[in-house]
């Protein structure tokens, strides 16, 4: 079939590749020789073996000298792995995240650890917190929030009644499939999804699937596993899903809104140094007295520190008063974030800093 020509240049390519493969393989063993070093100091000090400032910067660099044809997307998608493997010879990172396997929390483990760590499925977010806080996992990875939906509140609440740190956060883009076990609709009688899954694709379902049941249960990975057990149901969920309980997809991208976002938030016990790309979050009450917000937020305006979210929340005194949740751009340990979090000591009734991390939309120059 293939012509004898261009199958000489393809032995002779492949050829090419196998060496490449082979100085690759080489070099990977060199790295991960000097990671278990690093490993070894770590150790002497109990130093954590997770850095994720220093992952930020490992990909900051490679992607500012990138010439491709492998864009950012490959860049990061390879060296997180190669990282993940390397820092797994270190110590076996254990993380907790929101289950059931499936989710799209799943999914923002790996693209945040890659996939040389211990995931564990929790029920609940207070349940992945407490298990970080009791020192059975080293960290949790929780929704935060939805770009269609706001915030998550029990994450928001479980922040302020913890001492734990952010420590990363991750956005990740949400596709989601109608998945069922043939991948064709003929013969589904049930779409099972989580409420907010349905309500995401409302418009799909009204011009795609008209007529058929939509059920809402208790998550997208609920509804997937329900598919995998009977012919007669699809699923709304996402690509781990559909791996996980081996569905396949009658059509993607089937939200009507096609930058749905979630953010989700990487907690743990150490605190991260700055990476050259970081935000800071915190949590600060202030006194119930006219011009007390204007005055908490006057120390960013005078120190020029970007301000990327402000949200309010019950603080749950009884009292109507209000926890307001910041996130900024910077390190805290940069001098003029440093400076503003001084002064905001002075105007608020409570503040915690939950911590500075690389931020998930980087925009450096290694
Ligand atoms: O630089 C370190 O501290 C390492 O442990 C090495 C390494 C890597 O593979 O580059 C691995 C794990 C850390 O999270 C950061 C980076």
């Known amino acids: 079939m293939t012509e004898p020509k261009i199958s000489g240049d393809l032995l002779q390519f492949r050829d090419q590749i196998d060496a490449i493969d082979q100085q690759l393989l080489q070099l990977l063993n060199e790295r991960a020789r000097l990671a278990q070093a690093i490993g070894h100091v770590k150790a002497k000090t109990d130093a954590p073996v997770m850095r994720p400032e220093r992952e930020a910067q490992v990909l900051d660099k490679l992607n500012a000298s990138n010439t491709g044809p492998l ?8 060296f997180k792995q190669i990282m993940s493997a390397c820092r797994s010879l270190e110590r076996e990172v254990q993380v ?28 609940s977010i207070e349940e992945a917190c407490r298990q970080v806080q009791a020192e059975i996992t080293d960290f949790a990875v929780v929704p935060v929030e939805n770009s269609t939906e706001g915030s998550v509140a029990r994450t928001l609440d479980a922040l302020v009644g913890s001492d734990l740190l952010i420590c990363g956060e991750v956005l990740l883009p949400i596709h ?9 609709l003929e013969g589904i009688r049930k779409i099972c999804a989580h409420p907010q899954a349905l309500a995401q694709c409302r418009n799909w379902l009204r011009q795609y699937a008209p007529g058929i049941e939509q059920e809402a249960v208790s998550s997208n990975a609920q509804g997937a596993s329900m598919a995998q057990q009977d012919a007669t149901i699809a699923a709304i969920a996402g690509e781990a899903a559909k791996d996980r309980y081996q569905l396949k997809a009658f059509q993607e991208h089937i939200q009507d809104d096609v930058n749905n976002t979630t953010r989700f938030l990487v907690l743990g016990r150490q605190a991260t140094g700055p990476s050259g790309a970081d935000k800071t979050s915190l949590v600060a009450s202030v006194p119930n007295q006219p011009g007390a917000v204007y005055k908490m937020l006057e120390p960013f305006n005078a120190e020029n520190v970007s301000l990327t979210r402000l949200e309010s929340r019950p603080a749950k005194t009884g009292k109507w008063e209000y926890n307001f949740f910041i996130d900024l751009q910077g390190h ?5 974030v440093a400076r ?9 009734s409570f503040l915690r800093v939950l911590g500075s991390y690389p931020a998930a939309q980087r925009d450096v120059k290694a």
């Not at 805290?332 to 003029?336: V, Y």
């Open 71 to 78: 864009n950012v997307g490959h860049i990061n998608l390879l």
């Open 96 to 123: 907790a995240f929101l289950g059931p396997l499936g989710t799209y929390s799943e999914q923002a483990v790996w693209r945040f650890f890659g996939h040389c760590v211990v995931a564990e499925p929790v029920e």
């Open 176 to 184: 989601h499939q109608l998945l069922c076990q043939t991948g064709s």
């Open 332 to 336: 805290q340990t940069d001098a003029a």
């Open 340 to 348: 503003a979090l001084d002064q905001l000591k002075r105007t608020t």
